[in-house]
Nanobody, 116 residues
Framework: VQLQASGGGLVQAGGSLRLSCVASGTLSAPDVMGWYRQVPGKQRELVASMHSGGSINYVDSVKVRFTISRDNAKNTVYLQMNSLKPEDTAVYYC???????????WGQGTLVTVSS
């Protein structure tokens, strides 16, 4: 399984971006698709995740502002980011966990820069 993330870029504070991540190959449910982010010198943190069964988790700092969704037919996960803040600046990575095989797959990362 290979993941291809896109949608990052430069945006002003208060603006919006939509990240997409397409998984090529065969995914076997159940699985979890999610987004992480990392800034230099800090650990990668989970931003949002969505189980193939529908349950969703968000880190507190993005609740209300970000929305994760997925299109299982397209093996794609999205992250709609609204009301962006400078502290959201990071490299965003998509990740898929195949729960049966207990394997994690990572995308290449896409840079999101929010200017103040």
């Amino acid at each position: 399984v290979q993941l291809q993330a896109s949608g990052g870029g430069l945006v002003q504070a208060g603006g919006s971006l939509r990240l997409s991540c397409v998984a090529s190959g065969t995914l076997s449910a159940p699985d979890v698709m999610g987004w992480y982010r990392q800034v230099p010198g800090k650990q990668r943190e989970l931003v949002a995740s969505m189980h193939s069964g529908g349950s969703i988790n968000y880190v507190d700092s993005v609740k209300v502002r970000f929305t994760i969704s997925r299109d299982n037919a397209k093996n794609t996960v999205y992250l709609q980011m609204n009301s962006l803040k400078p502290e959201d600046t990071a490299v965003y990575y998509c990740e898929v966990t195949d729960l049966l095989a207990d394997v994690d797959y990572w995308g290449q990362g896409t840079l999101v820069t929010v200017s103040s």
